[in-house]
């Protein structure tokens, strides 16, 4: 029994630590039904008196990171699911700092021995003292000696002993309060609180295990292998395991530096495009991303060369959902908000009981205020981001993968434009669209690409042959029209619109290949 009742204790003391810390009086109470209201009234007897001029995001941070790694992923995720907990309280979860206290060194060393099954020193010739500790993990740096008996600089990332138990017991209480939530409160069942807790599960489960970040690691260290100016550290696979991680030493400064850099004599305008023009690469090209690329988890080597560590989270979008994003920016782009509608319930993402007609006039109330803008001053994560808060309006079924690229844009644009406020988004995404639109629409790309349009669009498998016929021809349709850098302006929509009505004629697998592919152009040059 009283087994039974921990997650409901853990539960009161989480309860108890965030009316401390003041987490309660950032609530709305006009908002709320009375008794909430009154329960909440009656927390905020309990607040700490210096919590009163603290900002919201500090109190949120504060109380999460003194309730422990488990809390702080919760925040983290939740981050992520402004449909769940309202865009204000996801904005300030984005700010989250993950900052908790170094475990013991000899914790660390005592984690190691067990996990790689020998002593420290045949493992590593030097062992330093934690430089960053977060709420998973910490990095040592070290020293090895390598086959040829050369010193080599590593970082070791090493698990914090018991999360994983931890982690476990505090789930047990997330479950409680998700099943409670679901069988009460009638307006929290369509969140689907219950399924929340499960993938947060899993997503933390796989995080906690090292070797699936060392494989993401060298996955990425694969595609990116012939890329200019980008690579992460090599993994050391023979002093890695669930709980520990050693990899290659990174040497440069971190994006967060950005005095620093300059010091440093960085270019810190072509920093900025190398942030743009690597996510875009790895996103587009590979369909696999870094999704938690903020400024400290970059670095930039002296010879300007980018360097990415931290490949706990990461994104994957299938060819499917790239071209899905790219028929909404195209939609974007030609101004027709009734066929950005359409894709979404083509796609099955919108309920099909849902009015087009009203879904394609939201869209075009976020639509025409860029057409009005200058290229420099449109921000893609901004449109993506109004565009999913609309989407919500219609019940779009949560979409992980589109969301997680969506909140990663945020970041990547972000850290790009504090190298370089005046980034403009089109040039610089410019070549790596060529490369694409010659990989997928060149001689080399033609037959994969037909593969995977035919897997991806067996409707329209019988118009194969056409299609053929066809995609040479809007090759250089593209080619033409971003011969300049494809603008997001009323001479590209009209361009683009031609190209399209005269394709419409033609039939529909020609409109429907004109319209991705320069899609997909556009949401390149876009991102
Ligand atoms: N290969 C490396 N070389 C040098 N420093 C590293 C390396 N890997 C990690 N670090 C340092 O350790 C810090 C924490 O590493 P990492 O981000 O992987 O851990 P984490 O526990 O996932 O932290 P968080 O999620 O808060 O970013 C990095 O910000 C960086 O300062």
Do not use: C
Not at 196 to 224: P, Q, Y
Not at 385 to 408: A, G, N, S
Request: no cysteine.
């Amino acid at each position: 029994m009283a087994f039974a009742l921990f997650p409901f204790f853990r539960l009161v003391h989480a309860g108890y630590v965030m009316a401390r810390e003041g987490v309660f009086g950032l609530a709305h109470l006009p908002d709320l039904p009375p008794a909430p209201r009154i329960a909440i009234r009656m927390a905020r007897l309990l607040e700490r008196r210096s919590v009163r001029d603290k900002a919201a995001d500090l109190r949120l941070s504060d109380a999460l990171n003194r309730l422990g790694p488990s809390y702080v992923k919760l925040g983290q995720f939740l981050a992520t699911r402004a449909d769940v907990v309202g865009k204000e309280a996801a904005e300030e979860l984005s700010a989250l700092q993950d900052r908790l206290p170094p475990f013991k060194h000899e914790e660390a060393v005592a984690a190691i021995e067990e996990q790689l099954e020998r002593r420290l020193n045949q493992a590593y010739v030097e062992f330093g003292e934690a430089i960053a500790a977060a709420s998973i993990a910490q990095v040592h740096p070290a020293v090895i000696e390598t086959r040829d008996g050369e010193r080599q600089k590593v970082a070791v990332k090493v698990l914090r002993p018991g999360v994983a138990r931890r982690f476990k017991q505090d789930l047990d209480s997330f479950y409680m309060v998700a099943r409670l939530a679901e069988r009460f409160l009638p307006a929290a069942r369509r969140l689907r609180p219950v399924a929340i807790v499960d993938t947060l599960a899993r997503s933390v489960a796989l995080e906690m295990d090292f070797r699936l970040e060392a494989a993401a690691l060298s996955e990425m260290h694969e595609n990116t292998r012939n890329d200019p100016g980008f690579r992460v550290p090599q993994v050391d696979w023979l002093r890695s395991s669930k709980g520990i991680l050693t990899m290659e030493w990174i040497a440069g400064r971190k994006l967060s530096d950005v005095t620093g850099l300059a010091q440093d004599g960085q270019d810190l305008k072509s920093l900025g495009d190398n942030v743009i023009q690597s996510f875009l690469r790895h996103t587009l090209r590979d369909g696999f991303f870094h999704a938690d690329m903020h400024q400290g988890n970059l670095f930039a080597e002296a010879d300007g060369t980018l360097v990415a560590v931290d490949f706990g989270i990461t994104g994957r979008l299938s060819v499917l959902e790239r071209r899905f994003l790219a028929e909404i920016l195209y939609g974007f782009i030609i101004r027709n908000y009734r066929r950005v509608a359409e894709v979404h319930f083509e796609a099955g993402y919108v309920p099909a009981d849902q009015d087009v007609d009203v879904f394609a006039q939201a869209i075009r109330a976020i639509g025409e205020p860029i057409h009005g803008q200058d290229a420099s001053e449109i921000s893609m994560a901004r449109l993506l981001t109004q565009l999913f808060e609309v989407t919500e309006l219609f019940e779009m079924r949560t979409q992980p993968q589109l969301i997680m690229l969506q909140k990663t844009m945020v970041v990547v644009e972000g850290v790009a434009r504090t190298l370089n406020p005046h980034l403009d988004m089109w040039r610089t995404a410019d070549p790596v669209v060529r490369e694409w639109i010659e990989q997928h629409l060149g001689p080399a790309g033609r037959l994969r690409d037909l593969g995977a349009g035919a897997n991806a669009i067996g409707r329209l498998a019988t118009d194969l042959p056409l299609f053929v016929d066809r995609i040479g021809r809007m090759s250089e349709e593209l080619e033409r029209m971003t011969h300049k850098g494809l603008r997001f302006d009323p001479e590209t929509a009209e361009a683009i619109g031609k190209a399209e009505a005269r394709h419409t004629r033609s039939g529909r697998v020609a409109l429907w290949v004109i319209a991705v592919s320069a899609a997909a152009v556009a949401w390149t040059v876009v991102f």
